[in-house]
């Protein structure tokens, strides 16, 4: 790499073009800045652009995830089912940029690998892997909690001979599964995607599994006329609904606890949520449903039962049911008819407990029960998640201060939006964000608007200097800290707790997200900007 003599200039910097790097490009350009957003892909879409695997869709509704800023989008557009598929969400992307003529402002092809702050000039210079530089007074990441692709450190995975990638680096150009002998290795949400329709037309297919994961079902459907007509008259009633609720999604807990009613009554309930679509067997259980292990353990069996019922081979079945975590306390996959891949004839399921994998071979997976012959291998292994795609950017802030070093044993955030050390700089999506724990683009709308609000303020006044104070900044890490301390999932290990199993430090646990709900966090970032952005330096 050989870096550019001539640094762009910009007033703003936007790394990412995904949904929240576009809406923030939106929102800068009605400020009248100059704008560059750096995007490692070939176009817009973020994660719809990079994980294109058979499957991939969306398990918030389709209706409750676009973009609710255009009153014209919303009506101009229409999903064609309940929970979109990837292809029709990356024509939706594709749809909002030509409507605003946002790629002008784009630069494609570009990964940036450092950003730092010059303290003399008040302003950020990134530079990109081709040398490509560019200088701004503010700096905005939108790189997503979900962006950076983790692969196993298993021996001898470059021996193998047939196709192998990354469920997002899945293969662009058409590739062949009917009649090839197929691995999946993950069960996690991906992959409960990916396996049912996999083994529609793969010859065989042979799912690796470590830890299995509780999945609730999707029940998706396509969008009728009439339901159409519904939602576009009702998009107000529908994003009030989402701003009301806890993670940003149509459903929100039940206020009754799960002890409070009769057996008979939560077997009903838990049937009725069983029988609906989407995340209301999560999020709208029994409000206690994830800080009573009592309780969890009524939903927890619930779940097992439906798994051993769905599942004919009741061996297969105990291996499918997780024994390490309550039902919740990890992110839940939603599936469609992923427990009954495992009744065809063409499925097995490794155990990778009872056999764990010893290396990877030229022809297949080898295992300490024996060899697995493959001609594809797909690792489902999920991503290094939230910190991810910051700690592959050399972020220096003051004085050369790096954010990894500075985040090494957790991070440390203002709002989840701002780092003390690090002026101008705003982390959409960020760890401590309730963006990284919610219906992404309903809470990453407040995280755009509070950051063009908060930039809009700074030009008023002249100031051209913002910056987390280190005691606010440790206040709002103790109170992201505190409000999970009670919730069942910051006892599991997942990746809301940074649990990484390539990390250097795999003891660590640290909470990355906010769990106190999406209600409280915007309360609390309107409570600073009211009082003259609170807990900033300005200057």
Same mark, same amino acid.
């Given at each position: 790499?050989?870096?550019?003599?001539?640094?762009?200039?910009?007033?703003?910097?936007?790394?990412?073009?995904?949904?929240?790097g576009?809406?923030?490009?939106?929102?800068?350009?009605e400020?009248?800045?100059?704008?560059?957003?750096?995007?490692?892909?070939?176009?817009?879409?973020?994660?719809?652009?990079?994980?294109?695997?058979?499957?991939?869709?969306?398990?918030?509704?389709?209706?409750?995830?676009?973009?609710?800023?255009?009153? /014209?989008?919303?009506?101009?557009?229409?999903?064609?089912?309940?929970f979109?598929?990837?292809?029709?969400?990356?024509?939706?992307?594709?749809?909002?940029?030509?409507?605003? %003529?946002?790629?002008?402002?784009?630069?494609? @092809?570009?990964?940036?690998?450092?950003?730092?702050?010059?303290?003399?000039?008040?302003?950020?210079?990134?530079?990109?892997? %081709?040398?490509?530089?560019?200088?701004?007074?503010?700096?905005?990441?939108?790189?997503?909690?979900?962006?950076?692709?983790?692969? &196993?450190?298993?021996?001898?995975?470059?021996? !193998?001979?047939?196709?192998? !990638?990354?469920?997002?680096?899945?293969?662009?150009?058409?590739?062949?599964?009917?009649?090839?002998?197929?691995?999946?290795?993950?069960?996690?949400?991906?992959?409960?995607?990916?396996i &049912?329709?996999?083994?529609?037309?793969?010859?065989?297919?042979?799912?690796?599994?470590?830890? &299995?994961?509780?999945?609730?079902?999707?029940?998706?459907?396509?969008?009728?006329? @009439?339901?159409?007509?519904?939602?576009?008259?009702?998009?107000?009633?529908?994003?009030?609904?989402?701003?009301?609720?806890? @993670?940003? !999604?149509?459903?929100?807990?039940?206020?009754r606890k799960?002890?409070?009613?009769?057996?008979?009554?939560?077997?009903?309930?838990?049937?009725?949520l069983?029988?609906?679509?989407?995340?209301?067997?999560?999020?709208?259980?029994?409000?206690?449903?994830?800080?009573?292990?009592?309780?969890?353990?009524?939903?927890?069996?619930?779940?097992?039962?439906?798994?051993?019922?769905?599942?004919?081979?009741?061996?297969?079945?105990?291996?499918l049911?997780?024994? %390490?975590?309550?039902?919740?306390?990890?992110?839940v996959?939603?599936?469609?008819?992923?427990? /009954?891949?495992?009744?065809?004839?063409?499925?097995?399921?490794?155990?990778?407990?009872?056999?764990?994998?010893?290396?990877?071979?030229?022809?297949?997976?080898?295992?300490?029960?024996?060899?697995?012959?493959?001609?594809?291998?797909?690792?489902?292994?999920?991503?290094?998640?939230?910190?991810?795609?910051?700690?592959?950017?050399?972020i220096?802030?003051?004085?050369?201060?790096?954010?990894?070093?500075?985040?090494?044993?957790?991070?440390?955030?203002?709002?989840?939006?701002?780092?003390?050390?690090?002026?101008?700089? !705003?982390?959409?999506?960020? &760890?401590?964000?309730?963006?990284?724990?919610?219906?992404?683009?309903?809470?990453?709308?407040?995280?755009?608007?509070?950051?063009?609000?908060?930039?809009?303020?700074m030009?008023?006044?002249?100031?051209?200097?913002? /910056?987390?104070?280190?005691a606010?900044?440790?206040e709002?890490?103790?109170?992201?800290?505190?409000?999970?301390?009670?919730?069942?999932?910051?006892?599991?290990?997942?990746?809301?707790?940074?649990?990484?199993?390539?990390?250097?430090?795999?003891?660590?646990r640290?909470?990355?997200?906010?769990?106190?709900?999406?209600?409280?966090?915007?309360?609390?970032?309107?409570?600073?900007?009211?009082?003259?952005?609170?807990?900033f330096?300005?200057?």
């Open positions: 790499m050989s870096r550019t003599t001539h640094c762009e200039e910009h007033d703003a910097i936007v790394i990412g073009a995904g949904i929240s576009l809406y923030q490009l939106y929102r800068l350009r400020l009248g800045l100059r704008v560059r957003v750096f995007e490692a892909g070939s176009d817009v879409g973020g994660t719809w652009y990079w994980n294109r695997y058979p499957g991939a869709r969306f398990d918030s509704e389709s209706y409750s995830y676009g973009f609710s800023f255009s009153g /014209e989008l919303l009506q101009e557009w229409e999903w064609s089912e309940h979109s598929p990837q292809p029709e969400t990356l024509r939706y992307v594709n749809f909002v940029a030509d409507k605003f %003529d946002l790629r002008r402002d784009i630069r494609f @092809g570009t990964r940036i690998v450092r950003a730092s702050w010059d303290e003399a000039a008040l302003a950020w210079e990134v530079e990109a892997e %081709d040398g490509h530089c560019a200088r701004a007074r503010w700096l905005i990441t939108a790189v997503g909690p979900l962006s950076v692709p983790q692969l &196993p450190g298993i021996e001898g995975m470059a021996d !193998f001979r047939g196709p192998s !990638f990354h469920t997002s680096d899945w293969p662009r150009e058409p590739l062949e599964l009917a009649g090839r002998r197929v691995g999946v290795i993950g069960t996690g949400a991906t992959a409960v995607q990916l &049912p329709v996999v083994a529609e037309t793969a010859g065989h297919l042979t799912v690796f599994q470590r830890s &299995p994961n509780w999945c609730a079902p999707l029940h998706n459907a396509p969008i009728d006329a @009439g339901t159409q007509a519904r939602i576009k008259a009702g998009y107000d009633a529908i994003f009030a609904r989402c701003r009301a609720s806890h @993670g940003g !999604f149509i459903h929100d807990a039940d206020r799960a002890m409070e009613v009769s057996a008979e009554e939560r077997e009903a309930f838990y049937e009725k069983y029988g609906e679509p989407g995340f209301g067997i999560w999020m709208g259980n029994f409000r206690d449903t994830f800080v009573d292990e009592a309780a969890n353990r009524t939903i927890s069996d619930f779940m097992a039962r439906k798994i051993r019922e769905r599942v004919r081979d009741p061996e297969t079945a105990e291996k049911v997780p024994k %390490d975590h309550g039902f919740g306390t990890r992110r996959p939603m599936e469609t008819g992923y427990y /009954e891949t495992y009744n065809r004839d063409n499925v097995r399921l490794v155990d990778l407990n009872e056999a764990p994998i010893e290396r990877i071979t030229p022809d297949g997976v080898l295992t300490s029960g024996g060899e697995h012959p493959l001609d594809i291998l797909v690792y489902a292994t999920g991503f290094d998640a939230v910190t991810g795609g910051f700690d592959r950017i050399d220096r802030g003051r004085h050369g201060q790096s954010l990894k070093e500075k985040w090494a044993d957790g991070p440390k955030t203002l709002l989840g939006i701002q780092i003390s050390g690090f002026p101008n700089m !705003f982390t959409l999506v960020g &760890p401590h964000n309730a963006s990284s724990f919610c219906n992404i683009p309903r809470c990453s709308e407040q995280n755009v608007e509070w950051v063009a609000d908060c930039i809009r303020h030009r008023e006044r002249g100031v051209n200097r913002m /910056e987390a104070s280190e606010a900044e440790a709002w890490t103790e109170h992201v800290h505190e409000s999970a301390s009670r919730m069942l999932y910051t006892k599991v290990d997942s990746w809301f707790m940074g649990v990484n199993p390539n990390r250097a430090d795999k003891s660590r640290i909470f990355l997200l906010y769990g106190a709900g999406a209600p409280l966090y915007r309360e609390k970032c309107e409570a600073s900007a009211a009082n003259g952005y609170e807990g330096e300005l200057a």
